[in-house]
């Protein structure tokens, strides 16, 4: 996914330890997958996918594809930790808006709250709040939000349906389409209405 550094795949990997990644990394390394290389700013390796490895990439990202036409959501596939997760590794920092901006978002019947910081340069997800204020507030149906996320339902449609509203000033909140990313496999995904 365009990561080849051991600090920026950690990151992307929700809640894995660092020893894990790394005995993973060795792990693929010896299986062919991938090569390390010296990290050309001089300081430790960086990852790459090997032959081998490339069209391992195709096979997952086949199943992925399968997947995902194929995908059912039924109550207990919810898991609001791992789709907030799933929306900070797949913010593009191009779409942020210009100036940092807080995000809460409330899903209905669910106590946690979050906490999405959008800046270009270095975005964030919060469990609890960081102090700065809140921009927006999304207060939205778990798996209306996770329709959204997989490309199933389209903002619009889940505003108009009122699974979700946004609270704030109304430029902001018009700009969520800009922001708001999906899944990188959403291009496969059944409409659900």
Request: proline fraction near 5%; glycine fraction near 10%.
């Amino acid at each position: 996914a365009g990561r080849y550094h051991f600090s920026e795949m950690l990151k992307g990997l929700h809640r894995m330890s660092p020893s894990l990644l790394g005995q993973r990394l060795r792990s693929l390394e010896r299986a062919g997958v991938i090569e390390t290389r010296p990290n050309p700013t001089g300081r430790g390796s960086t990852y790459h996918l090997t032959e081998a490895g490339s069209q391992l990439a195709e096979l997952v990202g086949a199943l992925g594809i399968w997947g995902q036409k194929h995908l059912e959501i039924q109550p207990e596939h919810l898991d609001s930790d791992y789709l907030m997760w799933g929306l900070l590794t797949h913010l593009h920092g191009d779409k942020l808006p210009p100036q940092r901006r807080v995000v809460r978002f409330e899903f209905h019947d669910e106590r946690k709250r979050y906490w999405l910081v959008l800046r270009r340069d270095d975005p964030d997800l919060c469990y609890s709040d960081p102090g700065f204020g809140d921009d927006l507030v999304i207060r939205a149906d778990l798996e209306a939000i996770t329709r959204v996320y997989l490309g199933e339902l389209s903002l619009a449609d889940a505003r108009r349906c009122e699974l979700l509203e946004i609270e704030g000033p109304r430029d902001l909140a018009r700009g969520v389409d800009d922001w708001f990313p999906i899944s990188g496999f959403a291009s496969h995904a059944r409409a659900v209405r």
